[in-house]
């Protein structure tokens, strides 16, 4: 099957800013620091004005809201029918560990929801590209690209989640203690697990609480929902790519949608029990 003219453009796009990545990677590049655990490097950097010049060109006065650019390069963006998201290496702090589980993520926004996004692993040479209303796809450079879809497992006790590997804090370790899963797996890179899910490798992702900002989840989020799947905050909302902050602070499920609701209501169900010890209130037992 053949890509879409906006994937293919997309892909080409995101292989260009994967080889400047892979480059870096296997040479030197140099590293500073956004804030504490936040690092950047030259090839983040290197990436992101590939990137956005390579979307500039192609769409112009399409915003492109990248995570190592200026924000006042996309200040308007809340304002434009069609948004870019981009995220030049979604796991920076892997690529320093050098596991090699980083990915390129390029995601398109168009209304309230994303509807086209590209995942490229640089280390594999792998690519993710989805487009709603059409089809998920993983290829190569030399292949075809071939359609993914999801998992079918419905039952948590069979079902493979995958968490960050950065941030395992204590909350996430409660709510997977509640959800009770099959097997629970790290992996880095929100993109990669995105990917994970859509392929049907994996059955969901789960990242209670903050779970890093818009751009690392526009392009996962158009994939698993083109492939067939379900993305949402913990809430059950769809993601506000318009909203008043780019943070996803209330958390990210992707999941292959079978699982998604019973996932949202464990979820719940913990955060009410944390809540109900705290305050020594009772939780609702319609939350289950």
Not at 190 to 199: F, R, T
């Amino acid at each position: 099957m053949k890509l879409s003219p906006l994937l293919k453009k997309l892909t080409d796009i995101a292989a260009s800013a994967g080889d400047v990545v892979l480059r870096s990677y296997q040479t030197t590049y140099e590293v500073e620091f956004k804030g504490p655990n936040d690092p950047v490097t030259s090839a983040d950097k290197a990436a992101n004005s590939l990137i956005c010049a390579a979307l500039s060109s192609e769409f112009p006065n399409w915003p492109i809201v990248a995570e190592e650019s200026d924000p006042e390069t996309f200040r308007d963006f809340r304002s434009a029918d069609s948004i870019f998201f981009v995220d030049p290496i979604d796991g920076t702090q892997e690529f320093l560990d050098r596991t090699g589980e980083f990915v390129v993520m390029i995601g398109l926004v168009k209304g309230e929801r994303a509807v086209a996004g590209v995942i490229h692993a640089p280390t594999t040479g792998l690519f993710w590209a989805g487009e709603v209303g059409q089809n998920a796809f993983q290829f190569t450079r030399t292949d075809t690209p071939k359609p993914i879809v999801p998992s079918q497992t419905n039952q948590l006790t069979q079902c493979h989640i995958l968490v960050s590997r950065a941030r395992r804090s204590a909350h996430l370790l409660r709510q997977l203690e509640a959800i009770r899963a099959g097997t629970v797996r790290t992996l880095g890179s929100a993109g990669l697990k995105g990917a994970m899910v859509a392929e049907g490798k994996a059955d969901a992702y789960v990242a209670p609480g903050r779970a890093g900002k818009r751009w690392d989840a526009c392009a996962l989020d158009a994939l698993v929902t083109s492939a067939g799947g379900c993305v949402s905050d913990t809430d059950g909302r769809p993601i506000d790519y318009r909203g008043p902050s780019l943070v996803n602070d209330r958390g990210l499920v992707a999941s292959n949608g079978a699982l998604h609701q019973v996932l949202l209501g464990k979820l719940a169900l913990n955060s009410e029990v944390n809540m109900s010890e705290r305050t020594g209130r009772t939780p609702n037992p319609k939350s289950d």
